[in-house]
């Protein structure tokens, strides 16, 4: 699994057709505040198993404000799918998306990355899979690392 973590002052995801009005965009998910926004990419071999490993790890962390873990200060994460971590452009003029795990195997390992962050006890929101999303956040530092388990 690989995870693009981003240190916010605040994110949401948005999707059309979540309001009454099915051509608007309608929030879906959104932290207020320091946390993180972290898109998660699922590859072929990836397990619950690795899922857990990087919920702890996303769980503690040191990269907010002062060194801080979310878990240190309570800090929400908004967690969204995303295939493009998998993505190769190495050759030609279109990446391939081969290492990217299909939606059937990469959907539950999200889900479980999820819900392995909620049994910790993190305040976790997320965008929809398979969606055609918007993301809006306030990157602080700019602070960007990737992780992989």
């Known amino acids: 699994m690989r995870a693009v973590v981003q240190r ?3 994110a949401s995801v948005s999707v059309a057709g979540a309001t009454d009005d099915p051509s608007a965009p309608g929030i879906v998910g959104e932290i207020v505040g320091e946390g993180l926004c972290v898109l998660v990419g699922v590859t072929h071999d990836d397990t619950p198993e690795k899922a857990a490993q990087l919920a702890r790890k996303l769980w503690s ?6 060194e801080k873990s979310c878990s240190d200060v309570h800090a929400p994460l908004l967690v969204i799918s995303q295939f493009t971590l998998y993505g190769d452009a190495r050759k030609g003029r279109r990446p391939t998306w081969n290492a990217a795990a299909p939606g059937e195997v990469a959907e539950p390992l ?3 990355v999820v819900a392995q962050l909620r049994a910790l006890g993190a305040h976790v929101e997320t965008g ?3 969606a055609d999303m918007r993301v809006s956040l306030t990157n602080h530092g700019p602070f960007t ?3 992989e388990v």
């Open 128 to 130: 929809r899979f398979g």
């Open 61 to 66: 962390v040191r990269i907010l404000e002062g």
């Open 8 to 10: 916010v002052d605040g």
């Open 110 to 112: 999200v889900d479980e």
């Open 145 to 147: 690392v990737i992780i």
